[in-house]
């Protein structure tokens, strides 16, 4: 009998490849650092790439989830300045969809098919790769022997570190606050409104929530600031975001949990080598400005699996062409997510009148156009993972 698969780190994209990897027959152990599945992290939004790789892999998402009908980016006094009405989108409808990511995380659980292992509060202490597999010693004592290890460990990898060393993550010059608040209605729009230095999300989910995400020009490594002093700093910004501050001020003390982070990215994907492969941020942490990290965690996740399909007999070939399918789309996404944030972030006065200015002259038919050649990759992926499982 062949070696089972490992996958370290059970965020999205480890979740994913492990659904992914058991749909294909393989068995599939997950070791996660932490004792308790609580995930990291407010809001989240899955383009219609992900959504159709879920789909694919018979993952309901869907009554997680609430349908965009639109991604609006406004100006500080609240005007749309490029609207991207998603209902009228063919194609598109309904597929892109905002969670809470506690229960997105949750769902993603609950799919694990049975022949998936997942072990809580456990680290892989030692690898060792031999021709015919990988072994690994993990912090509970034990030990096992697999195919392939799959490194889904994140931004701060540690199965990056042992394959590629030190690589050093790039401050993309932003921190920034995340936070999921209750009663505050803003429709079925999510926008993004771009001050000067600063600009906030106000997305909304089930359940009249909103997520909420602020995002300010600052040196690294600033200290955090008390919630008041956070929203002060963004009480320019007029529109979905006084109705979203307005709600966070309503919440009593201690009810209002700010997440905040410096915003980090890889410089370059890093992919492992050899029975090692990486996926999601352990390979290429992007800034988050397209919406498209953990999307692109989930398509290298079911890619990982088409390459891998009934087996792996030559490593080195298969990983070869995990790379080759992945790297060049990755990279693309990666940069197209740090010029938009370039974009937004434009500091000097002129630029930024010139900016909202020529911004609204984009046409919705072309931003539209944009977001779909944006997803039509992921639904190619879709596409070949189930041809892969009806011919199962
Ligand atoms: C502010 C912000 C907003 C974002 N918004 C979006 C969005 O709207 N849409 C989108 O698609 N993406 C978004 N992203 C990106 C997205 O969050 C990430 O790309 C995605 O979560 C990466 O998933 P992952 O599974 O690769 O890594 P992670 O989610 O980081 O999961 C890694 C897992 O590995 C575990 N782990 C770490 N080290 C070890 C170890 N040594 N042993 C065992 N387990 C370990 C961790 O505990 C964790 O559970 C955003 C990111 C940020 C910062």
């Known amino acids: 009998m062949s070696h089972p698969y490992l996958v370290v780190g059970a965020g999205i994209g480890g979740l994913v490849a492990a659904t992914a990897l058991a749909r294909r027959g393989h068995r599939v152990e997950i070791v996660e650092r932490t004792p308790e599945l609580t995930a990291v992290g407010a809001g989240i939004i899955l383009g219609a790439n992900a959504t159709a790789v879920l789909d694919a892999l018979d993952i309901d998402v869907r009554p997680a989830g609430l349908p965009l009908e639109s991604l609006d980016v406004l100006n500080a006094a609240g005007a749309v300045i490029q609207a ?27 799919f694990l098919p049975a ?21 690994a010693r993990f912090s509970d004592g ?12 994140g931004l701060r990898s540690e199965t990056r570190r042992r394959v590629h060393g030190d690589v050093p993550l790039h401050y993309a010059g932003e921190t920034c606050w995340r936070a999921v608040v ?8 999510g926008t993004e409104t771009w001050g000067t230095g600063v600009r906030m999300g ?36 007029a529109g979905p975001c006084a109705l979203a ?6 919440l009593a003390p201690g009810e209002l949990h700010m997440l905040h982070h410096d915003l980090y990215e890889l410089p370059a994907p890093c992919w492992g080598k050899g029975r090692t492969w990486l996926l999601g ?6 800034t988050p400005n397209q919406g498209q990290g953990a999307a692109m965690a989930i398509e290298d996740a079911a890619v990982l699996a088409l390459v891998i399909g009934d087996g792996v007999s030559d490593p080195a070939e298969a ?34 009148a010139a900016r909202d200015l020529l911004l609204p002259l984009v046409p919705g038919k072309l931003a539209q156009s944009q977001l779909e050649r944006l997803a039509a990759p992921g639904i190619q992926i879709a596409g070949r993972l189930r041809e892969a499982s009806s011919g199962a």
Do not use: W
Request: no cysteine; proline share 3%; net charge positive.
């Open 84 to 110: 991207m009405p998603l209902a009228s989108s063919t194609g598109l409808r309904g597929q892109m969809l905002a969670f809470h990511r506690a229960e997105l995380h949750r769902v993603l659980v609950e």
């Open 115 to 135: 022949n998936v292992t997942l072990r809580l509060g456990t680290q892989v202490v030692d690898v060792h790769e031999s021709a015919d597999s990988v072994s």
């Open 142 to 153: 034990r030990a096992g022997e697999y195919t392939v290890l799959v490194g889904a460990d």
């Open 182 to 189: 209750p009663g505050v209605a803003v429709g079925a729009a």
């Open 202 to 237: 106000v997305i909304p989910l089930t359940g009249g929530r909103v997520y909420t995400f602020l995002v300010a020009v600052a040196p690294e490594g600033s200290p955090n600031q008390a919630n008041s002093d956070v929203l002060a700093r963004f009480a320019a910004l």
């Open 245 to 250: 501050r307005g709600g966070m001020a309503a």
């Open 281 to 286: 941020d352990a390979a290429h942490a992007m």
């Open 319 to 352: 990983h070869a062409r995990y790379v080759a399918e992945r790297d060049a789309r990755v990279r693309r996404v990666q940069l197209d997510s740090r010029r938009l944030g370039e974009v937004a972030t434009v500091q000097g006065a002129f630029l930024r």
